[in-house]
């Protein structure tokens, strides 16, 4: 993919870039003076009869093909079909080969990536989360686990009627069917944002096979997301002996979630991350609760005490924490208040007291 | 449960496969700076995203002519392991000099294969094995100068071979494992090259452009295949 290049009546209008891309090169293209963006697969090739190999290679190269095809049309099929009127599901307008290559097209979204919304008011910020999960329940009815969920495969979309943004989920190509994921060496997903089975399939752990990576996986994820969204910083875990949350978890250890959350998200979030993949809700229930507007609101009192080094969650740390303990073993304990690292209330969050004792 | 025991561990090698003709001369040394300062480079893209490497290898393949001169027609280094065999990695790169090599095309298939058939890592959880291959020149035919002592036993007789050798999908052949390896060309528009980005999977090709020689854009585009996919 060259800029300038026309493929498939797709003008190629920027330098195509592996940035921010696994598996693909991308880049804008134009068709009709309507935008769009279009993903250049790396892998696999389709050998055309000028191709390089034997003709016994290119039959066994182009079995290859026919898979990949096959499960691009599957997930494509379900989104684009059965749950269609998801529009903010950012789907494929076009997917083809071209010589030995295949593209995917998509609209051009007018959007941007947020990594957090801690500066956002509380109807923009539930506004976010609900047609991000009103997406991802999208997804789940039609059975597809997305695979690769993370603030960066979700783009903010401003209203233009209003002062609001949509989210919009990008990026299906690592989608699979519930309970039926690639091999452990071809399963794309996030190390800071992959659930405890992902890494154990990853790591091969004979505890777990492929009949473990489902949904589930996608609701830890998005766990962790809204716990980012609303507070800025992923949950807390050592990080003297963690490099992710999933290792965490896996391990039976505990993940601190922030005591500014409202107590109904912080249940919420607190089943989602759950080393029990039958204890997290469905997204069903998840939109459920965010009916009421008020989850999104942040509370907590003032932190008097640093967070011990073992807990921190990040460059920042979030005020009034409550240790969850995710193994369902003891009683959740406490763990002293944080030092704050961004100002206690925000520029558009109004900050409530949750506890009616002080 | 041991925390070192499910931590998840990445392995990363890259083979820089270098033309060093004479005509490389205006850009060898901006590949050679870039090589010598990528490993800083990729372990604080890395760090900005959270993750870490866990091992991570550099080697060097120089390439020219053996059509030419068949003594100095290939370079090679073993793994260095970064950052702690740093030094012996800028000794062996700093010696790299412009020179030689004739009329193009030059023997960058050979030098494919031999970078190809690398002690690449088969161990940690998951690897990411790279090839990233800088030259300004066409490439000879696989057997051109084959008769030389020093011609590498590790080039196949075709390029039909080297596809092989390089492997896809289900394919029982290859010196790589499938999901691991990326091929990086910077390279001008002319065959082999164009032929091998339209026939290889997992292959991104930078297409030099006449007179442009190679910039700092070139080392973003490795950091970046590493950094994006791990």
Same mark, same amino acid.
């Given at each position: 993919m060259k800029l300038g290049e026309n493929i498939r009546g797709f003008t190629v209008v920027a330098e195509p870039t592996n940035s921010g891309g696994g598996r693909c090169v991308w880049s804008f293209a134009e068709q009709g003076g309507r935008q769009y963006f279009i993903k250049q697969f790396l892998d696999p090739k389709w050998p055309t009869e000028q191709s390089m190999g034997s003709p016994a290679s290119k039959a066994r190269r182009r079995e290859v093909c026919h898979e990949f095809e096959k499960r691009h049309n599957e997930v494509n099929n379900r989104i684009n079909g059965k749950v269609a009127g998801g529009g903010n599901l950012v789907t494929a307008t076009h997917f083809f080969r071209e010589g030995t290559t295949y593209y995917k097209v998509t609209d051009r979204v007018a959007a941007e990536a947020a990594k957090d919304l801690t500066k956002f008011t509380d109807r923009q910020t539930v506004v976010v989360l609900r047609t991000l999960f009103m997406s991802m329940r999208l997804l789940h009815r039609a =059975?597809?686990?997305? =695979?690769?969920?993370?603030?960066?495969?979700v783009l903010l979309q401003r209203s233009s009627t209003a002062d609001l943004y949509t989210a919009k989920m990008i990026d299906f190509d690592d989608s699979y069917l519930t309970g039926d994921p690639p091999p452990p060496d071809q399963i794309v997903g996030d190390q800071q944002y992959g659930a405890p089975e992902w890494l154990r399939y990853v790591k091969q752990d004979p505890g777990v096979d492929a009949g473990h990576l489902t949904l589930a996986a996608d609701i830890f994820t998005l766990g962790l997301m809204t716990h980012v969204y609303l507070v800025g910083e992923l949950p807390g875990y050592d990080r003297s002996k963690f490099g992710a949350p999933s290792e965490a978890v896996w391990a039976g250890q505990s993940l601190v979630l922030s005591g500014q959350l409202h107590p109904k998200t912080r249940d919420l979030v607190a089943s989602m991350v759950s080393s029990d993949i039958a204890a997290r809700p469905t997204i069903e229930s998840i939109i459920k609760i965010f009916e009421d507007d008020r989850v999104v609101q942040l509370g907590g009192s003032e932190p008097t005490v640093p967070l011990t080094p073992e807990a921190r969650s990040g460059e920042g740390s979030a005020t009034g924490r409550v240790k969850i303990n995710m193994s369902g073993g003891s009683t959740p304990s406490r763990v002293p208040p944080p030092r704050p690292s961004r100002p206690a209330e925000g520029p558009s969050r109004v900050r409530i007291n949750f506890d009616p004792k002080k | 449960m041991d925390a070192n025991s499910i931590s998840l561990k990445y392995a990363v090698d890259i083979v820089f496969?270098?033309?060093?003709?004479?005509?490389?001369y205006p850009v060898l040394d901006q590949v050679k700076e870039g090589a010598l300062t990528f490993h800083k480079r990729l372990e604080d893209s890395m760090a900005a995203k959270d993750k870490a490497i866990s091992k991570l290898r550099l080697r060097v393949v120089a390439y020219r002519d053996f059509a030419d001169k068949p003594s100095n027609a290939l370079e090679q280094s073993a793994f260095f392991t970064m950052p702690g065999q740093a030094g012996e990695f800028e000794s062996f790169v700093s010696r790299l000099r412009a020179g030689d090599g004739g009329d193009e095309p030059e023997s960058g298939l050979e030098a494919l294969a031999v970078a190809l058939h690398s002690d690449w890592e088969r161990g940690l959880d998951r690897r990411r094995h790279i090839v990233a291959l800088f030259t300004d020149a066409s490439a000879h035919p696989?057997?051109?100068?084959?008769?030389? @002592?020093?011609?590498?036993? @590790? @080039?196949?007789?075709t390029i039909d071979d080297l596809l092989e050798v390089w492997g896809y999908g289900g394919g029982q052949s290859a010196a790589m494992e499938n999901a691991a390896k990326r091929l990086l060309l910077f390279a001008p528009d002319t065959t082999p090259w164009n032929e091998i980005a339209a026939d290889w999977n997992n292959t991104i090709y930078v297409p030099s452009r006449a007179g442009e020689g190679l910039s700092e854009i070139e080392f973003t585009e490795i950091i970046d295949a590493i950094s994006n996919s791990i």
């Open positions: =059975g597809i686990v997305h =695979g690769d969920l993370k603030p960066a495969n | 496969c270098i033309d060093v003709t004479g005509s490389m696989l057997g051109t100068g084959s008769s030389a @002592a020093t011609y590498p036993q @590790a @080039a196949p007789a």
